[in-house]
């Protein structure tokens, strides 16, 4: 970007809190925003970590809330409301990815309660204000500030548990984030550092977790990254890359980390711009090319039709994603976003974009 062009930057007022161990600080941090009785958020899977933090905290626990569940339907909430009533609570702590974070921020959207996240997945949501909801098979986003959780709690001992192929989909969905981030009409020279800096820690992570899920370094350097990435992702606007990952999981119901993973090298070729420049050095040159051998060499799906969609659907899917018009760096063509999809379907390697 040109500096002399001139930017605005929102920093979002996030507390960070980042390192091994540091699940032990979560006491102190619901003390700090005020909390008294906190509603412990976690999906089934992880209803008995959610339990053991609910032990740790002990009378500052209010409760465990543990039917968290992907896109945050509006009927989850609606007993996540219910409980957090009956149990007095005024606060939650989520404990978990994408999902469980999603109702912490539907909870707060309606009532105003401080939030603190203890982030488990490298996806991001936890440093941005805004939520996706699901009602009647319909997603809706919103944005605002009650949304932003006010306190993040990283321990990458945390991210230990998280399985190896999760976490290749999960680190290639934050890059996503950043590269997304890189040519955005809004960027500014902070986002673009964050951006930069966000890949590369992944880039270096991601293959020391394929070898030895258990690297610490490792592990505190994907979350390190997912950190930067995400909040790009809460700062400035997303195009190509985004719209079709939502197209794909909101009308086809494709999982979310899988769907970024395997389109992200294609929608990184169609993008490709000088604001890339600096990412494609990373990946050897050319970013999508680049991309695309780094997921499969991390053992990454590559394939739409590995994960369910159809030959059939892609002209519908292509059809959606250049419906409604919105910026991108790129003009969003139809017979180029066909030829990207089937691409994507058939997991072929982009070209140079
Ligand atoms: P997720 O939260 O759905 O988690 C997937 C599964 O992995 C769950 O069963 C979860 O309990 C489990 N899990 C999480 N961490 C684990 C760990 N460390 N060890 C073992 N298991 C673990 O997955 P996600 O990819 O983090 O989130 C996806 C959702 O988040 C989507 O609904 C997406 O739309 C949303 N999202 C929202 C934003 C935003 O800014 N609003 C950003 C990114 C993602």
């Given at each position: ?167 290749v989909?999960?680190?290639l ?88 993973a395997i389109?992200i090298p ?25 991309l695309w051998d780094f997921a499969r060499d991390l053992?990454a799906?590559l ?51």
């Open positions: 970007m040109n500096i002399s062009d001139g930017f605005t930057l929102d920093v979002n007022p996030a507390r960070i809190v980042f390192g091994a161990g540091s699940l032990a600080r979560v006491g102190d941090e619901v003390a700090a925003v005020g909390g008294q009785r906190a509603l412990v958020l976690a999906t089934p899977f992880q209803r008995a970590d959610a339990e053991a933090l609910a032990a740790r905290l002990g009378p500052r626990a209010a409760g465990v809330f543990a039917e968290a569940a992907m896109h945050t339907p509006v009927e989850v909430t609606a007993r996540a409301m219910a409980e957090f009533t009956r149990l007095g609570a005024d606060c939650v702590v989520a404990l978990g990815g994408g999902s469980t974070i999603g109702l912490g921020k539907a909870i707060a959207y309606r009532n105003g309660c401080p939030q603190i996240v203890v982030a488990t997945t490298y996806a991001g949501s936890e440093v941005t204000p805004i939520l996706g909801q699901t009602e009647n098979g319909l997603k809706t986003t919103v944005r605002g500030p009650r949304i932003l959780p006010e306190v993040v709690i990283y321990d990458p001992d945390l991210t230990l548990s998280l399985p190896v192929g999760m976490s989909t999960s680190g969905n934050a890059i996503a984030h950043a590269v997304e981030g890189l040519y955005a009409r809004d960027r500014n020279p902070v986002t673009s550092l964050m951006a930069l800096e966000g890949i590369r820690a992944l880039r270096d992570a991601l293959p020391g977790i394929v070898r030895d899920p258990a690297d610490r370094r490792a592990r505190a350097g994907a979350l390190y990254g997912s950190w930067l990435c995400g909040t790009v992702l809460g700062t400035v606007g997303m195009a190509l890359h985004h719209k079709l990952c939502h197209t794909l999981g909101g009308s086809f119901d494709l999982p979310h980390a899988e769907t970024h389109l294609h929608t990184a070729a169609y993008n490709a711009c000088p604001d890339l420049d600096g990412a494609a050095a990373l990946f050897g040159g050319a970013l999508g090319p680049g053992g799906p394939a739409l039709a590995d994960l369910g969609l159809k030959e059939t659907d892609l002209d519908r899917a292509a059809d959606l994603a250049v419906q409604n018009p919105y910026w991108n760096p790129r003009p969003v063509e139809r017979a180029a976003i066909r030829e990207l999809l089937d691409r994507a379907f058939r997991g072929e390697r982009p070209g140079q974009g």
